[in-house]
């Protein structure tokens, strides 16, 4: 999961640079970054084209006990009711509202906290998306050798540790105009190194809880994922996008530390739980 999820986040760091390339600095209200959904438009056709001729091997998903799923959504929400899987749903809810809180409004920091270029302050975002991809690949080598809530335990508490120590340095006052990469405050490539630190831990969880299930109910729990991790994203935008407004780009960014705290804690009631699923299993 971690090597897929890290190819993932290589093309949300394409994106940025897509972006970047289209935004027109001399003039901010220019609508030429519009342009840009051509592009991914037709990358989107490609996607369509690639999918269409990857052969799919679907076997696993029939089992002996596949005469017990009756399919669709109601087998869905009925793992909703397994105490192991309301709370990997709360761990996944709370990671993508982190991740895509920082992720959306990275830019935006950049530019009203930063005091960066439009164009500039979309492509240091990418910092996020590559340091993210660079976890992950790291995560996939270091799960080999350490307990999965080891590493996620020591990850959190690293991220909570660069929110507290890099935020306080974003938005000191500049005398000279930042007009690219060699001129940006050391902030700007520290703070998305948090990518790094938060970058194991979905595809981590998604791979236990997947583990953890028969075969038969991976596609409603991949289901539950999908839904989840939708509603987290959206939920950590709004949120972040309304502190932004209230208050300002730090107090947006110091809210992460709250979640952070949640997930911790439910990350260990998680782990207990997988535990416990386990011991059942081999009885």
């Not at 799960?143 to 690293?158: A, E, P, V």
Request: aromatic share 14%; hydrophobic share 55%; proline share 5%.
């Amino acid at each position: 999961m971690n090597f897929i999820e890290s190819f993932f986040m290589v093309g949300i760091l394409s994106g940025y640079f897509f972006f970047s390339a289209f935004v027109n600095d001399s003039d901010p209200g220019s609508t030429e970054w519009l342009n840009v959904y051509y592009l991914l438009s037709g990358l989107c056709i490609v996607a369509m084209l690639l999918m269409a001729l990857t052969p799919m091997e679907e076997s696993l998903k029939r089992s002996a006990n596949a005469g017990e799923s009756t399919g669709g959504y109601w087998e869905m929400f009925k793992l909703c009711r397994e105490p192991l899987v309301y709370l990997f749903i709360i761990c996944a809810f709370l990671y993508v509202l982190i991740e895509q809180s920082i992720m959306t409004w990275l830019p935006t920091f950049n530019s009203q906290v930063m005091n960066m270029p439009a164009s500039l302050s979309i492509q240091m975002a990418s910092i996020l998306a590559g340091a993210t991809a660079l976890g992950r690949f790291g995560a996939g080598i270091a799960l080999k050798h350490i307990d999965w809530f080891t590493l996620l335990f020591i990850c959190l508490l690293l991220a909570g540790a660069l929110v507290l120590t890099v935020l306080p340095m974003a938005g000191i006052a500049r005398t000279e105009a930042i007009t690219g990469w060699s001129n940006a405050p050391l902030a700007a490539f520290m703070f998305p190194l948090i990518g790094l630190c938060l970058a194991p831990i979905y595809p981590a969880i998604n791979s236990v809880i997947l583990s953890a299930l028969p075969h038969y109910q991976h596609a409603p729990m991949a289901g539950l994922i999908v839904v989840f991790s939708a509603l987290g994203g959206t939920t950590g935008s709004l949120i972040t996008g309304t502190l932004f407004e209230v208050f300002d780009g730090r107090t947006a960014f110091y809210s992460s530390l709250l979640p952070l705290s949640l997930i911790l804690f439910t990350l260990f009631l998680f782990k207990r739980k997988t535990l416990t699923q386990l011991q059942v299993q081999h009885v």
